[in-house]
């Protein structure tokens, strides 16, 4: 049964990731609604380096010529001004944030923000936030008119994704919009810069893999399955986004989280972990 779990879960991130809907959403409600244990935060991060191989391998040659230009640069100042030494800066300052933040809220982050009213919360209030953008957005700027303000700007929206249901490609995909991107040139963006914030989380819990509901092997089976559906959700992505709006992703987003959060009211699914429920009481003590 664990074997099951592990294939569908691995599935589910590797279609989640990188779309604009949030995989610890998904990695958090479908056990739920299964009632299978809730894989935590460590299973999480641990299967998202699956992803973030598919990111490596589909964008091989544009990291490769980023981190190579980039280094080289430090040497060179002639090359400063080349859009592969300027976008290993951005990478690195739109990176700062998350990390900052997620060492601060380490542990509300694994306990406290999997609260499943908090999770449909921000399906439905980012869902619209990302429609809003999509309309509002200019979508007049290539990635070759990025700057230091834009870095910052997206790495911001970037750490609000340690919330469980805001989607990191969703934050930062909208923050890129709001900024003038095109859609293509956000999502591009947005897969770059989840190569290091995501490595470094799922770096950082790999010394708690197999010691929650899901065992090694289980995620090694989730992390594989994640890196072949999700280099096939990449380049489906980029081919949708060049001709199609972000609709149907805000109406998939409002839908979802209004059912979770009826599904809560009822009764018929719980919205804390019995960890979550020894968070809370501690805050309250």
């Known amino acids: 049964m664990e074997l099951i779990r592990a294939i569908v879960l ?15 959403a998904h990695l958090r409600i479908v056990p739920e609604l299964f009632g299978w ?36 640069s430090l040497r060179d100042p002639s090359l400063r001004g080349e859009l592969e030494a300027r976008m290993g ?31 449909g919360t921000m ?51 909208t923050a890129g919009l709001f900024r003038g991107f095109t859609r293509e040139a956000a999502a591009r963006f947005s897969f770059l810069l989840s190569v290091p914030a995501v490595v470094l989380s799922g770096v950082y819990e790999l010394k708690d893999a197999g010691s929650g509901s899901y065992g090694v092997g289980a995620t090694v089976v989730a992390t594989v399955l994640a890196f072949v559906v999700g280099y096939a959700a990449i380049a489906w992505f980029l081919r949708f ?19 979770v959060l009826t599904l809560v009211a009822a009764g018929s699914i719980k919205a804390n972990t019995p960890a979550l429920g020894d968070y809370l009481g501690t805050l309250k003590r």
């Open 89 to 119: 800066w951005y990478l690195i300052i739109a990176t700062v944030p998350i990390v900052i933040f997620g060492v601060l809220f380490k542990d509300q982050v694994e306990t406290g923000a999997r609260d499943l009213r908090l999770v």
């Open 123 to 173: 399906l439905i209030v980012f869902g619209v936030i990302l429609y809003v953008a999509d309309r509002a957005g200019r979508k007049d700027r290539e990635l070759e008119q990025l700057n230091s303000t834009d870095g910052v700007s997206i790495g911001l929206a970037q750490s609000l994704a340690l919330i469980p249901g805001v989607s990191r490609s969703g934050a930062t995909i």
């Open 37 to 72: 244990p809730d894989p935590g935060a460590a299973f999480t991060a641990v299967i998202q380096l699956g992803t973030m191989a598919a990111v490596l391998l589909y964008f091989w040659s544009d990291l490769w010529n980023i981190a190579r230009t980039w280094l080289r």
């Open 241 to 259: 986004l060049v001709n199609h709006t972000v609709l149907v992703f805000v109406v998939y987003r409002v839908a979802l989280g209004i059912l």
């Open 10 to 24: 691995g599935v589910v991130q590797g279609l989640t990731e990188f779309l604009p809907i949030s995989s610890s």
